[in-house]
């Protein structure tokens, strides 16, 4: 199984909604991450988890709240966002984060609308 | 610092060659990768080449890294309509994290 899965794959919410999105590897990795990604954009990394420890969070605004429960799953908590905050979310994993050629394997991501 | 390079568009005609350039800083890098993204979806990481390599080939896909200018390129060899889509080049951070280029929109025509 190499694939990572993120749900759901569309979400529309409010500016005073919480909601979350989820992320899943079976795949042993020990190193996951959340990038952004705007439109015609590259994607833009958010955190990384690394042995379940929040390992990077590049600055990102607290209404942004990352969760890694166990090795396997990633969340990422959303609460009082802004319209700016629409983008794809993607999740990525890797088996580890620093050491050596690692491949980072991509979901298909959320797309995300914040109205 | 780290940041990297590329053109943002490339057109060809199915069954022509297409490369693709990119150029990055950091020359302490040690792995740089080349993903495709097709509307609408995740990232798919076609080919990665370690620094101390010139090329490497797989398949249709050939990367050349020239480390003295910091240049990497991808090379599609006949190039199908289903190759159409955005190519990242990417390298690896200092903290594992991945740097991406802008990308380059490959369309190419029937």
């Known amino acids: 199984d190499t694939e990572v899965t993120q749900t759901p794959k569309h979400l529309v919410m409010g500016m005073t909604n919480k909601k979350s999105l989820k992320c899943e590897q079976h795949m042993g990795h020990r190193a996951m991450y959340w990038y952004k990604q705007k439109a015609k954009k590259p994607p833009e990394l958010m955190f990384v988890y690394s042995y379940e420890k929040l390992s990077i969070n590049e600055s990102v605004p607290s209404r942004f709240s990352p969760e890694c429960p166990n090795s396997s799953l990633l969340n990422l908590h959303l609460h009082a966002l802004q319209p700016e905050d629409s983008a794809l979310y993607l999740c990525?994993?890797?088996?580890?984060?620093?050491?050596?050629?690692?491949?980072?394997?991509f979901g298909p991501g959320t797309r995300l609308t914040v109205l | 610092g780290e940041d990297v390079e590329q053109s943002l568009f490339l057109s060809v005609r199915e069954g022509d060659s297409s490369v693709i350039n990119c150029t990055y800083t950091?020359?302490?890098?040690?792995?740089l990768y080349w993903y495709k993204q097709e509307p609408g979806a995740g990232l798919q990481l076609l080919t990665y080449?370690?620094?101390?390599?010139d090329m490497k080939q797989d398949q249709r896909l050939t990367v050349l890294l020239n480390k003295k200018d910091k240049h990497l390129s991808l090379r599609i060899a006949d190039t199908q309509t289903g190759d159409s889509a955005i190519y990242f080049c990417?390298?690896?951070?200092?903290?594992?994290?991945?740097?991406f280029g802008k990308g380059t929109k490959l369309s190419v025509k029937p």
């Open positions: 990417a390298e690896k951070g200092s903290q594992g994290n991945l740097i």
């Open positions: 080449i370690f620094s101390n390599m």
């Open positions: 990525a994993s890797s088996q580890e984060r620093v050491v050596g050629h690692n491949e980072q394997f």
């Open positions: 950091d020359s302490s890098s040690t792995y």
